[in-house]
């Protein structure tokens, strides 16, 4: 099931680096959703990397094609399946490096998977593209829970040693959020994204690469959505979120440093407003017991610089069974956080409509 | 499916801190693996309250009855079910505290879920007993993985301000692992447990309650294990880890760390030994692209704080909506990191063995 | 996941014949459903032995005893766990036979799976038996049914030559299901159930077995449920019924017969009456394209004879791979058919309570 | 769920009768299995309405594009997607009768579950167009099983009143196969196949239509394959079977016919020959406790006539909600028995080679 993700909405995604596609099937969809073309193809634009500086020179126009389970622009209930070409390849860069391990990679897991028989150009479908179809999903995903008021927005919380303010964990984005958006950069501080940027040049005139954080909000969850235990908000948006190359580790809340708090001090007090159930603080980032709370849902994701560089490594030729220096020269982006940001959106997205349908089942 | 876990294994666990019995059933073991029922009192004595003069009053002595399965104690192919009869009940400290949500547990969510259906004594299902059978399925499987050659150790990495040494993340890990099973507390420095203990001890006495992390590795598991994208092995995981209650944040290798680095500091050169691929360090954490690079495989988990506290919190009574403060009385533990330690070995293990069964299909 | 049945509802099923008991799980079943324990008692008792002259002589009392998933005897939104201890063991009866294949039994495929580590006493997890874990689900899912204003009934359309009469397919059925509850033998014509009975105990005084057929009809199902393709109606009630040992065949509507009509002939014309949509004539069975149409869902099931008889029969020796005779002297029903019909109607109502929560996620 | 089958191998099928394109995507298939593309080529033409005097106007070419999956002809390892682009197309026929409920099709259960969004065209997501990309995987999971040495075969046992000879249950089939594959129309004896052919024929002149029953066998599949109760060889293939339109039973070996049988009649005697079990008949068809026998795995499907036909046919007009006579002028087969032969095989390989892979796992 490398591919398959959700219970109810069943995504599936397909393709590789270099394949003649590739795309993604959404299965139980609602019928009678208008998709928003032009909102999808800007979310699309936000992963491109068209028109970014600090991108690949790979650049795809990642057109999307629907193949099937629209009625003019509207969901007809039936499976639905978008795809992109791919056009922008280059096989050639991957020719004289096919047998030798490129650090960080999957070349060597793949090989051992998959016996020799796997598609190496461009990492195959273990490529940072395989994030265009999620991104597909995950824009149609968001613009349903949207419908439903559930908004998702992710940015770049840190980009080596600089750090973007954090989302109000509590109250009121809108002013974040509206920055937000306004920026080409997903960072609220415009300036950090500036000192971002600097540090990613920086990092790419050396041959050299960097990683960095993204934090995620989502609002307008309604309390109750989710399951105790293996099923619960934590379980799922991590299932989908590891499914961006890259990531290495994911908190909710306050997280890895819930660890250096007292129940006293982490616990959030409850109190009543309008009505309305709210805690005082929020180091349970929306969640209890799996469950939302009716609270901001946040969670923090950790990705690794990416795994291509210039610089000269320390390798092994597979064919060969012997060390070898080598030296990566195909397209690649020096920092894919910026990129990653929509993806992180996309695939909190898939997770929360699938459980959001579980939810809905007893209302 | 919010307590139904795996794909080929599949792990169903049912229960309530006070209803009559909790237990699990396991679907799809192997036929004829003969379970060393001595393994499994000793581990599920290590998740035990007893002799652990830092937890919870309520002392079970989870003595594990099995219904099915197996045929002496060897598994027969027919789903296992194994079940431990709830002996020391208090439903009559839960009743005075019934409508008043105490802070950071699954009261108000469950409410929100369940409508008022709930089992609210102990935390129905959201209670920390629920890791019991979680622990029975978990050492079945680990069992069965020891015999294939794959281990699973975890220690605590830290609590409060008390770290513990770490697992050598590349090498042998043999006298780190032999010390670690010497010891009652979880640690691999018998000192910092003293430490650690003495932190807890008077956090209790202030009423108060402590968090940690727990670090986790994986020996022995061959490259090829997992998936690309959704099904890989930091997705499957994080899915049975975010099981265990207090659970807020996962990472794989150096984790969050990773976003410090540089590309030529994060990634790990390959290079030869007795014909064997190796890596000259770990940041990856013995994954790469969802599947297992051969390395160990290592991941740290972040614990909140226990939520129950004897301090006088804020909260709301939910039948008259209205502020008011609570005092928890309820047996509980102040510190659960300790006991979650054997709870983190079998979610792992839980989900290892379901991948490793993937993984045999085409061997 | 050879005992796991569902999507959203997930019902697992253990035990063994003479295993210390047999159960089921249910996970994911609405919170707040007070369950009618008498209308349980009353509906396993249609299964039990317990006053059945033409059923076994294994007399077990089929007492169900829930571990978990209530509160009083209300759902809590937990995992229900429902246990039946096995008390009527006789193992010796096996002893004797147990190298020696039963014919049309599951001895040598179990054998042939299981690498001889099955189970073999009454079968194991194959037994009839474990249609009593069946019953108690199917029990409970259908008083939630019946809530929703859908109901089933199943009836025994035919032994050996004796034929009963069968449901009107397109209206009222209400004089029909009269008589089939009053009658304890389940048939509508009670006529004819006095010969069925007395072929039954013709055969098993001949020492041998005989089999059947069973119609079962669900009325008040909403149009709309179901799915096209793989998750059709037909699939999954499918899936479910031939869970039940000894059914061989399963047909829809008019079933096999469809093969021997015309369009002209097949097709049922639509008409209106009181702004609502049916149709004159009903071979689609309540079923178009997997999806229900309003129409009472019929289907009929074909259940071989017992395959335990008292007569001697050739089987082989799998100890010595020789050829051997075999007459077995178990406990065993002449005809299993009549206990098959509540778990018949129990079957259909876990996969209708499972689309029924899928058809509700949208509405 | 509705599209997509299968635990460890994973079929998602997309597309409408009308849409841009139909396809499948297939995940986790073995890595480095190369694809005979003339076999495919030559199975989709079995399926193809091309050539076919008895068989709709409508000509597709149904050429097999492959976006994904591939190196090659060869399976990655990646998940592979294959479409088809919809050539033929004249959505003008369905306009006119947009708001007419076509008599046994889904038309009126596809509006009450989409709510008037489904696509009408064709049929939409219903019609039998989508067997095409069943056909793809279905022959991709043939070849597959083929190089395991399990081969799948059917042919149409009966059309109307004219019936093919059956496959030998128990024995060798060579020359029935043989004759089998010789004759472009799928049957064993051609003088029945031309008589079969006739009456299609006739039925056609009279603006009727036909249904039919198909006979399938699977030779070479090993002993212990499949599951007890869920997820037995019969819950699986059925599941698959009633994804094609117009199956409205099955049966596995002697299957309705076993209700006449006492037991002394039914069971199957085992003997030893050459060191291996066989059973002296096959009324088990190859299946006993949901397990493969090793002796020939034998089903038959009944599908209905074509519910298109030209005879003029009552029905509703839904917008208006009266009564309102229907004549269909689209384009349709007189009978689908035929072109459905190849989709039998195609649905029971793909469920095989799913419970092939679970019975890999601990081999």
Redesign the interface.
Known sequence: ?????G??L?V?????SH?????V?L??L???FEIDMEDLSDFMKRRSSINKPYSTKRKEKDQV???????GN????????A?IYNNDIKPQDYESIKNI?R????D???Q????????PTGG???SGR?TAPLCIAGAICLQILKSEGIKIHAHIK????VEDISFNPIGNNEDNIKKLMENDFPVIDINKGILMQEQIHK?SQNL??????IECAVYGL???????????I???I???I??I?A??????????S???????????????EN?K?L??TN???G????????MPLIFKV????????G?E????N?SQ???EKLRINGRHDPCIVPRAVPCVEAAAAIALLDMF??F???R
């Open positions: 099931m490398s591919s398959v993700f219970k109810n069943i599936t995604i397909f393709g590789q394949s003649k596609a590739i795309g099937c299965d139980n609602p019928a009678g094609e629907f193949l099937s389970g629209l009625v509207t969901t007809c209930g039936a499976p639905l399946c795809i391990l650090p960080s990679h999957a060597y897991t793949a051992m998977k998959y016996k020799g028989y796997q598609d195959g479908h273990f395989m840190k980009i080596y040693d990092a050299d690469s960097l990683g960095g954080i309604p309390a109750g959505i989710g399951d105790p235990m293996f099923d619960g934590e379980n799922n991590s299932k989908a590891f499914a190359p990531v290495k580790g994911i908190e909710f809340g306050n997280g890895f819930c660890a250096d708090l007292k129940g006293s001090e982490n616990n959030d007090a409850f109190y009543v009505n159930v805690t005082k180091n349970h980032g969640i209890l017991g799996g469950i939302s709370s009716g950790a990705l690794k610089a990416t795994p291509s560089i610089i490594q320390d390798s092994v597979l069974m012997k060390n349908m579980s809905r089942i007893w």
